[in-house]
């Protein structure tokens, strides 16, 4: 069974540019979450998604932030303009619909952005 | 607001030997699970270990195993007979609604 993908695993644009991340969750999982981890912080919750609806977007950090699951299979999150302060790495999760956070949740890789 | 505090940003153990990862946490709430993650250099973070708030008993998967203080709060992940492969960033996490993690604790092993 595949894992939690992401994509591009790293990704160094300069202030003001667009980004998009990609992540694909394991297949059937309805619940997918985005992480950030800025360096020597916390990881912290940004948004979960149940299949295409936005069920907490509370973590996420202004409004340069936007995510989708169109269709409830892979997410996206795009960041618009970039600021120096996005840099990190952004985690994506996911797990089963079950009792949600309570849920064990599986991991991808991570994209390491750098924001120049 | 619920808190998870880690406080040792790194530790080195002997291969062969004992390590505990100390793991604190604050929260109003009487029922949640708290997790501790692994994350080895270059890969995902995957979990070790689960503990649900309303068992007494401390969960145990083969050489990882917790001490679970729900009075004072405390979640600490012990590591037997650590090996190379071992190696990572360890998180601690506690959720209710949802998730908080720690910093993280680096671990060395040395051969």
């Known amino acids: 069974e595949a894992g939690v993908t992401q994509f591009p695993s790293h990704s160094v644009i300069e202030k003001g540019q667009t980004v998009t991340l990609r992540c694909d969750p394991i297949?059937?999982?309805?619940?997918l979450y985005w992480y950030r981890r800025v360096m020597g912080k916390e990881i912290k919750f940004l948004l979960h998604?149940?299949?295409?609806?936005?069920?907490?977007e509370s973590g996420m950090p202004n409004n340069r932030f936007l995510a989708e699951r169109t269709g409830g299979t892979y997410s996206t999150l795009k960041v618009q303009p970039a600021e120096l302060e996005d840099s990190g790495v952004y985690f994506c999760?996911?797990?089963?619909?079950?009792?949600?956070?309570?849920?064990?949740?599986?991991f991808g890789p991570g994209t390491r952005l750098t924001v120049l | 607001a619920q808190t998870v505090t880690q406080s040792q940003p790194e530790m080195s153990v002997q291969e062969a030997e004992t390590v505990t990862l100390s793991c604190t946490y604050d929260?109003?709430?009487?029922?949640?699970?708290l997790f501790w993650y692994k994350q080895p250099p270059s890969r995902q973070m995957i979990l070790v270990i689960r503990?649900?708030?309303?068992?007494?008993q401390n969960a145990t998967e083969n050489r990882f195993s917790v001490n679970f203080q729900k009075a004072a709060k405390s979640f600490s992940l012990k590591i037997s007979d650590s090996q190379l492969g071992d190696a990572a960033m360890y998180f601690c996490?506690?959720?209710?609604?949802?998730?908080?993690f720690g910093k993280g604790t680096r671990l060395h092993i040395l051969p």
């Open positions: 999760a996911s797990s089963p619909f079950t009792s949600s956070s309570t849920d064990t949740q599986y």
């Open positions: 297949s059937g999982h309805d619940n």
């Open positions: 998604f149940v299949k295409e609806s936005k069920q907490d």
């Open positions: 929260t109003s709430e009487s029922d949640y699970y």
């Open positions: 503990q649900e708030a309303y068992k007494q």
């Open positions: 996490a506690y959720t209710g609604d949802k998730i908080i």
